[in-house]
DNA sequence: ACCTGTTATGTTAGCGCTAACATCGTGACG
DNA sequence: CGTCACGATGTTAGCGCTAACATAACAGGT
């Protein structure tokens, strides 16, 4: 007759007590064999894992949360989930944190302030251990919430000179000013500048653009919406660009989508790219080289964002000395359609 | 001078005997004032609800967790988290989840069943209430892990004929066919399979084109590739295409990724899409309707299976009788490149 | 006046785990 | 051979919350 797994009568599921019982121990000792093995006799330690996997015991997290008041979360909020840049970031995020053993709490703040205040708010019940956000641009009150709850937090995406904070990033700025001087070394002059979803980053990058166009002295040409970014809103906006600045002769979009968007329109039309009109992106997404032609972009190290920023998280966690502020730079991706 | 707001003298956090102690009360009225507030009469509710807002009350979800048995954690394992299609799946879990004041514990399989086993094993303490699980694949391990946590599960993408199974997915098989049977109509004759990533689901829509084939009385050309998919891979297919099957005329990849890269190769090499080849596709991504030619697709209603498998699950968590199986069916998407 | 039922609140105990402090050998050393 | 240090294990208590069972107060019916 096979053998009975002996469960707890109280909640169906085999506890370290009901461990410790069949080996007729107490309890502390198998949990020590299962976080600290070096402070257990090799003899036990031997008959407790046996005894474990045979019984399937598996800890409790809630638990384990309660009595250390460490839950092994990490609260991450990003503007968007279905945006590939911040699902690679995740993606790091998620690397890095699996082998600790801890758990990501995702929360979607739809690039709104307002959202990312009211997430935050209803996550900080699940009592995490840190938090990872995107941007630099946060509410009073999300700053306050932050404060208040001491709670190590790691910026990503941006740069923070601030000296009592952290951040994982790149200089949204100088990426937008190399995409344009680029544009500008390979012979264009009547470069526009295209974004949606007005994010400070989208910014950055357009400060970048500016101060590389003074530099040459060339004119901005600019075309701001609200709308979200998608691959449908670049088709709309060559139109518009067309239509605002019919002699532009490149065009810097914000993102990949939109530069992926303007060129199958640009396709579509019978515009040439790169002869009529350079298309310039940023965020290099895995499809941006392999159109026709390729997209010139800015490839940022997104999965090395996020797997950085979790790293810098855990040891602020574990207060650890590290250092505060990370530049990973990004790439100039030169391809044919400039 | 400004209120100090008491702490626990243990871990720092305001709990619920602060509360209860700042008005005299027990903590279990407090509980029961943020629970069932209908249990409390209004006057104190009113006071409660004060207090907590004052002094910053916060449940404490692992305390919640271990009182109740019931953790709010759902977990998904889904194979990849850089498919868009994965993508759109968690976040109509993730909005379905919300409101309910649950979390998504996701885990990555990589498309691999041995992961999908390791994942699944650590993750089982968290005790979360339910599992949602991509496809009907699992290994014989998994299926023991399931069966002996005594969890509701429900299967996404899929669906399941056995009666003591959940699902909410479409038929893979008869998707495949509508896209066959769609390029047969369209007049092409010598009509191509084209897989990657060699999933269930993609080899159901294979036996859909088979039978769409053999339904006209035409000769199936197959390519099957074990490499993971991507757009990149699209363009290598190509150039196998046309040295495998030179003389077809119309392709079906597995998936719009493929269908992408073969497009933009086709273009590349000035192979003209549909005149000389058609592309269709599977999943209707964002970007395929903006290609040029846009691509002929099947659009799969991701974001609803996650919600609705959400739903079902959460049904199931809560003892409530419900449907166990739902058809969300697909859409096929008629497009310039057919 | 008594019982009954109902509503509002309290008491007790325990979910599963671990921190902190015992306790009990055992061997090294003067 | 006593003392001390140290390694291995145990005891106790408590993390924050809620289920389950009191208890109290009061209205209404007989």
Same mark, same amino acid.
């Given at each position: 007759?096979?053998? #009975? ?27 020590? /064999? ?19 996997? +045979? ?34 970031? &995740? ?11 801890? +758990? ?22 699940? $009592?995490?251990?840190?938090? &990872? ?12 919430? !932050? ?55 989208? #910014? ?27 691959? *449908?809103? *670049?088709?709309?906006? !060559?139109?518009?660009?067309? $239509? ?14 939109? /530069?992926?968007?303007? &060129? ?22 895995? /499809? ?17 964002? *996020?797997?950085?920023? $979790? ?8 207060? +650890? ?13 030169? #391809?044919?359609?400039?």
């Amino acid at each position: 007759m096979a053998e #009975r797994k002996p469960r707890n009568s109280a909640t169906g599921r085999v506890t370290l007590a009901d461990v410790a019982r069949a080996l007729d121990i107490s309890a502390i000792t198998v949990s020590r /064999a299962l976080k600290t093995p070096e402070r257990v006799s090799p003899v036990l330690r031997e008959r407790i894992t046996q005894a474990v996997r +045979q019984l399937g015991y598996r800890p409790n997290h809630a638990a384990r949360a309660l009595a250390t008041a460490r839950s092994g979360n990490v609260l991450v909020l990003v503007p968007s989930l279905t945006n590939e840049v911040f699902v690679d970031v &995740l993606g790091g995020i998620h690397d890095e944190l699996q082998p600790r053993g801890m +758990q990501m709490l995702i929360g979607n703040t739809h690039y709104s302030l307002r959202e990312e205040e009211k997430q935050l708010e209803a996550f900080l019940g699940h $009592a995490p251990d840190g938090i &990872l956000l995107s941007g630099l641009d946060h509410s009073p009150r999300t700053q306050a919430l !932050l404060a208040e709850s001491r709670l190590p937090v790691v910026t990503m995406m941006e740069l923070d000179n601030a000296a009592d904070s952290r951040s994982v990033g790149l200089s949204q700025r100088a990426a937008g000013q190399a995409m344009t001087r680029h544009l500008i070394t390979r012979g264009y002059r009547r470069i526009a500048y295209v974004a949606a979803q007005g994010d400070p980053r989208t #910014r950055q990058r357009a400060e970048g653009y500016r101060a590389a166009l003074a530099e040459a002295n060339l004119d901005a040409r600019e075309i701001w919406l609200e709308t979200p970014s998608s691959v *449908g809103l *670049g088709a709309t906006l !060559l139109t518009e660009l067309l $239509a605002q600045h019919p002699d532009c002769d490149a065009v810097f979009c914000c993102n990949d989508d939109l /530069a992926q968007g303007m &060129l199958y329109e640009c396709q579509r039309r019978g515009i040439a790219v790169p002869a009529r009109l350079a298309i310039g992106g940023f965020n290099d997404l895995a /499809a941006s080289a392999w159109t026709h032609p390729a997209l010139t972009s800015i490839a940022t190290p997104r999965y090395d964002i *996020g797997r950085q920023a $979790a790293r810098m998280l855990c040891a602020a966690i574990d207060n +650890q000395e590290a250092p505060r502020a990370l530049d990973l730079g990004f790439t100039l991706m030169a #391809r044919g359609s400039s």
